[in-house]
């Protein structure tokens, strides 16, 4: 059973950085992709991007310019940094193990964390 | 893009119903298509993937079947923890996955 867990800052104030990191349970980074989806009060699902251990990523192409995402298997984590964030960028961030091997499933989830952007 | 247009948006059960959520992609994408459970407040839960393969442990009154690029969910026997919303997700295009817009299933 793998586990995982967002942490980071609950407020962003607008047009600042956002910087979350997800932990993961263990040896298992490598071998996956690791995937970061989004989802906005009452709204649906948002896939933001993926990283490979060896920092192979994809990003989703409405956010690439702001988005940088990386991976540090010494620490079991990975990290997602979105730059000049507005109120849009408000929403839940999940982290998840994506099985790229299979068929692009998201098998294991974090549990989630709220990230709100407001001054 | 691949776009996956899921319907219906909501739908009304009872406990014991059988009931049919689809999605439609916009190309072929062999069964690249994977189905998710959100109960409130939670992250979502793999239920499905590979268009018609249960994860273990879900139990076998879900199913997922393919024709063509439409993709169907279905649920026999709804129980009342099955009240939820659901989610299916493309993940041919490793570049960009998208989901669907969601369907939320509630009590009637």
């Known amino acids: 059973q793998v586990q995982l867990q967002e942490s980071g800052p609950r407020l962003v104030k607008p047009s600042e950085t956002l910087f979350l990191t997800c932990s993961v349970s263990?040896?298992?980074?490598?071998?996956?992709?690791w995937t970061w989806v989004r989802q906005s009060a009452g709204k649906g699902l948002e896939w933001i991007g993926r990283i490979y251990i060896n920092g192979a990523s994809n990003y989703n192409p409405s956010m690439k310019s702001r988005l940088t995402m990386s991976v540090d298997a010494s620490k079991k984590e990975f990290s997602l940094t979105l730059t000049s964030v507005t109120a849009a960028d408000s929403a839940v961030y999940y982290c998840a193990r994506d099985r790229e091997d299979s068929f692009g499933q998201l098998d294991y989830w974090g549990h989630g964390v709220l990230v709100s952007v407001s001054s | 893009d691949i776009q996956v247009t899921q319907f219906p948006s909501s739908l009304s059960a009872s406990v014991g119903d059988r009931v049919n959520i689809t999605c439609r992609a916009s190309?072929?994408?062999?069964?690249?298509l994977n189905w998710y459970q959100q109960q409130p407040g939670k992250a979502p839960e793999l239920l499905i993937y590979?268009?018609?393969t249960l994860r273990n442990g879900i139990p076998s009154r879900f199913s997922g079947t393919k024709s063509g690029t439409t993709f169907t969910l279905t649920i026999t026997s709804l129980q009342f923890e099955d009240f939820a919303t659901y989610y299916c997700q493309q993940g041919y295009t490793s570049s960009l996955y998208t989901f669907g817009q969601g369907t939320r299933l509630d009590i009637k």
């Open positions: 263990d040896d298992s980074l490598r071998g996956y992709y």
């Open positions: 590979g268009a018609s």
């Open positions: 190309q072929a994408i062999s069964s690249y």
